[in-house]
């Protein structure tokens, strides 16, 4: 007779996904041919002369035409190992002759070294700025935001890494406001000590750009509200998208 699945219990099904039902020959992928050909015999009524090609598999009779098959659970899969932690010499070599601005900090967010990149990009002297916090050299009205973000680069007194670019600035020895985008990772010295690497990108450019566009849009409506005329502005294809 056809052997028909009638029950699995939560633990089974998280292992062998399978619905009531289901032919017994279509769990040969999961079990195995020579384990279905095992089970087969038992139900045909030949006693098994050898245990389960499955270890840990066994099966019990539990009424005339109902058996039990009891599966092993599968081994947990072991956790991947993180990524090992680049170490100071190849961080150093890798940026510390980049023309991208790089700066690594100790877990207090001291500045442990910089590369001359950033030397240019804030004009200071490398003596004042080894043992400075980057903060610093933040405008003040800036200082919460790098408190918020300081508070996600920690975890249980840990560094943690924060893997998405943000956007911050930094005033140059001549007071000049100097925005980058920043990629962190962590980076390890040869004592072993956890180190956080900054990457910059210098936007300084592109956010004035950005905020001479804001100014004439603001203007813009300042003039559309106030002039006594009636305006329209109209989109390349000639579509009206605004008028006073």
Same mark, same amino acid.
């Given at each position: 007779?056809?052997?028909? &699945?009638v029950?699995?219990n939560?633990?089974?099904?998280?292992?062998?996904?399978?619905?009531?039902?289901?032919? !017994?020959?279509?769990?040969?992928?999961?079990? $195995?041919?020579?384990?279905?050909?095992w089970?087969?015999?038992? @139900?045909? $009524?030949?006693?098994?002369?050898? /245990?389960? #090609?499955?270890?840990?598999?066994?099966?019990?009779?539990l +009424?005339?035409?109902?058996? %039990?098959?009891?599966?092993?659970?599968? /081994?947990?899969?072991? %956790?991947a190992?993180? =990524?090992? &932690? /680049?170490?100071?010499a190849?961080?150093?070599?890798?940026?510390?002759?980049?023309?991208?601005?790089? *700066?690594?900090?100790?877990d207090?967010?001291?500045?442990?070294?910089?590369?001359?990149?950033?030397?240019?990009?804030?004009?200071?002297?490398?003596?004042?700025?080894? +043992?400075?916090? #980057?903060?610093? !050299?933040?405008?003040?009205?800036?200082?919460?935001?790098?408190?918020?973000?300081?508070?996600? &680069?920690?975890?249980d +007194?840990?560094?943690?890494? *924060?893997?998405? !670019?943000?956007?911050?600035?930094l @005033?140059? %020895?001549? $007071?000049?406001?100097?925005?980058?985008?920043?990629?962190?990772?962590?980076?390890?010295? =040869?004592?072993?000590? %956890?180190?956080? &690497?900054?990457?910059?990108?210098?936007?300084?450019?592109?956010?004035?750009?950005?905020?001479?566009?804001?100014?004439?849009?603001?203007?813009?409506?300042?003039?559309?509200? !106030?002039?006594?005329? $009636?305006? @329209?502005?109209?989109? +390349?294809?000639? *579509?009206?998208?605004?008028?006073?």
């Amino acid at each position: 007779p056809l052997a028909r &699945l009638v029950h699995a219990n939560t633990a089974a099904l998280r292992q062998w996904p399978a619905e009531a039902g289901q032919p !017994l020959a279509s769990l040969a992928p999961r079990l $195995g041919a020579a384990t279905l050909a095992w089970v087969r015999g038992q @139900l045909d $009524g030949r006693p098994a002369t050898a /245990p389960a #090609p499955l270890v840990g598999a066994a099966l019990s009779r539990l +009424g005339d035409r109902r058996w %039990a098959l009891h599966l092993p659970p599968t /081994p947990a899969r072991e %956790a991947a190992a993180p =990524a090992a &932690l /680049p170490s100071l010499a190849e961080v150093q070599r890798l940026y510390w002759r980049s023309p991208f601005p790089a *700066l690594l900090q100790d877990d207090a967010f001291r500045i442990v070294d910089v590369n001359p990149a950033f030397l240019d990009y804030v004009g200071w002297p490398r003596d004042k700025l080894i +043992g400075l916090d #980057p903060m610093a !050299l933040a405008p003040p009205e800036d200082h919460a935001l790098w408190e918020a973000t300081r508070e996600q &680069l920690t975890v249980d +007194g840990e560094p943690a890494e *924060l893997p998405a !670019l943000t956007e911050r600035r930094l @005033l140059d %020895a001549r $007071g000049r406001a100097r925005w980058y985008r920043g990629a962190r990772r962590l980076a390890v010295d =040869a004592d072993g000590r %956890a180190l956080r &690497l900054t990457v910059m990108q210098d936007c300084t450019a592109e956010h004035a750009a950005r905020e001479r566009g804001e100014r004439s849009l603001r203007e813009l409506d300042q003039w559309f509200e !106030l002039s006594p005329v $009636g305006m @329209l502005a109209f989109d +390349g294809d000639g *579509l009206v998208l605004r008028s006073n």
